[in-house]
């Protein structure tokens, strides 16, 4: 997990974060001489802003913008999310790139039972990017399976050969026999937030589409 994470931007260190915030604040105060009571008042209430319509009248022109019309937004396919702006963003059509011989050596090493993988281009059919795996786990409890399913997350995600040709991971543990014992499905996006801090390790799991055989 480690040597997979060097790719990606390390956690915030928030208390760091706070310290600057802290000398920061002790820096603006002495430069203008004020006290940690003291409270400014912001621009708006010495001068109020100019009000463009009185409550309950129609909004004014503004000079320099005309009027256009409203155009119904088309639907919007699986293959487009939003970036971080909100804004929908067209995902490219490309097939996933997985480097195989690296995935298995990892897999090997993370003590992962891989019994094969396969990819589901559904991009190309403006559908998601799906990897599909089968795997033995270290153990048949949840919290085991669920440890494992992660390890693969990470694994898949940091084996490809180009960036983003992945959109969810889908991965089916089975027992000795060959048999099922639990099928789990997470997108990358919920993964990367939780590699970034932004997400918790329940939350994640919550994330997850789940089928217990």
């Known amino acids: 997990m480690l040597s997979l994470g060097c790719s990606l931007k390390a956690p915030e260190d928030y208390y760091l974060l706070f310290r600057g915030m802290e000398a920061w604040g002790q820096k603006n105060r002495t430069v203008t001489k004020r006290t940690l009571g003291n409270i400014i008042e912001p621009p708006e209430k010495q ?25 119904e937004e088309p639907e919007i396919a699986s293959i487009v999310k939003p970036d971080k702006t909100g804004l929908p963003v067209e995902l490219p059509k490309v097939v996933i790139a997985i480097q195989d011989k690296a995935f298995h050596q990892v897999c090997q090493e993370e003590n992962i039972n891989l019994i094969h993988w396969r990819p589901r281009n559904g991009r190309l059919e403006n559908g998601s990017n799906i990897v599909q795996i089968n795997f033995i786990p270290q153990g048949f409890s949840d919290i085991a399976i669920y440890h494992d399913f992660l390890l693969i997350t990470a694994i898949a995600y940091g084996s490809q050969i180009e960036k983003n040709t992945i959109d969810a991971i889908r991965a089916v543990a089975e027992d000795d026999s060959g048999s099922p014992v639990m099928l789990l499905e997470g997108s990358i996006e919920s993964y990367l937030q939780y590699f970034s801090g932004k997400m918790d390790l329940q939350d994640w799991q919550r994330q997850l589409q ?3 055989y």
């Open 210 to 212: 789940i089928k217990k």
């Open 47 to 71: 001068q109020p802003l100019v009000v463009a319509f009185e409550v309950g009248q129609e909004p004014a022109s503004f000079f320099g913008f005309s009027e256009i019309e409203w155009v």
